[in-house]
């Protein structure tokens, strides 16, 4: 192991903290899809504003409990996973078979040629990355990243969120008795400073992405409930996800409420009009706004 790469794994969060048992426990969103052979409502977005076409080489960097790379494939895609964590490949692995190349390894240093894929996807990785390591992943992102490629990146949660709603928000649990609930926060809380060193908001995730090479727009999603159908807000009537959604949704409410936001990128700015259509499309309820995007870098 080289100096460089020894310095890494000193300053990324100890890969043994995402093991099997966190993988596949409630903490991370969509364990009750993954259990039922399906994809969250979040992931199966990210795939649909990543606009993979049949026979696109896709990288899922950081590819978690493998569920993602699975609905790649599905789509046709030539898939590449991988992830810094040992148990997490070996769950993605038992998930793709030998449909996919699953790999153990930093994106820090990227063990592919240039130009190897034509579509990457960073989903809930940013946030586990100290800032000045993520300039770095971002520029083997670029560097992997074929002409005419693109980059969605999601990351979750928004600090916005955490320094103003989720106090007043896991009292208001615990008055109604969503135990669930206020466990899921407490576990955040615990594994926070461990695992989550470059938590972003709009403003930051905007120039997070400016210092790239990437070309492309950020933005919080506005669908703030997604649209009723995470385990958060799946038993609540339509009216009331319909309601409160519309309200929380609305800028500049998003910049608080919401926790999904997005990068979508493109290494040629030639592309970049193409790709905002493209969200455009995929998230008509994603309007432009003034600080949640788009973002020309």
């Known amino acids: 192991m080289t100096l460089a790469r020894r310095r890494i794994e000193r300053e990324l969060p100890d890969a043994q903290i995402y093991d099997r048992d966190y993988l596949l426990s409630n903490v991370l969103d969509g364990i009750a899809d993954y259990e039922a052979g399906g994809l969250s409502v979040v992931r199966r977005r990210e795939v649909d504003l990543l606009d993979l076409r049949p026979g696109d080489r896709a990288l899922d960097l950081g ?6 790379a699975a609905e790649m494939l599905r789509r046709g895609g030539t898939v590449t996973a991988v992830d810094y964590s040992w148990d997490a490949a070996e769950l993605t692995r038992s998930l793709v078979n030998d449909q996919a190349l699953v790999l153990q390894a930093s994106g820090i240093e990227l063990p592919f040629a240039a130009g190897s894929f034509d579509r990457v996807l960073l989903s809930d990785v940013i946030e586990h990355v100290p800032w000045r390591l993520a300039e770095h992943l971002l520029a083997e992102v670029y560097r992997v990243l074929a002409p005419n490629g693109r980059v969605l990146i999601h990351t979750a949660p928004n ?4 320094a103003v709603v989720k106090r007043p928000l896991v009292a208001l649990l615990r008055l109604t008795r969503r135990d669930a609930a206020v ?3 407490a576990e955040y809380d615990r594994l926070r400073y461990a695992m989550h060193p ?54 500049p409410m998003r910049l608080l409420l919401g926790n999904d936001m997005y990068a979508l990128a493109v290494s040629d700015r030639d592309d970049l009009a193409v790709a905002r259509r493209h969200r ?8 432009s706004g003034a600080v949640d995007g788009p973002h020309d870098q």
């Open 183 to 185: 466990n899921r926060f």
């Open 198 to 251: 470059n938590e972003l908001n709009p403003v930051s995730l905007r120039r997070l992405m400016r210092r790239s090479s990437l070309h492309g727009v950020t933005w919080v999603d506005r669908d703030v409930l997604r649209s009723g159908a995470s385990e958060w807000t799946a038993k609540w009537p339509h009216f009331l996800v319909w309601g409160l959604g519309h309200l929380a949704g609305a800028w």
């Open 280 to 287: 455009h499309r995929v998230g008509r309820r994603v309007p």
């Open 63 to 68: 590819c978690g409990r493998g569920e993602t």
């Open 159 to 162: 600090t916005w969120f955490i």
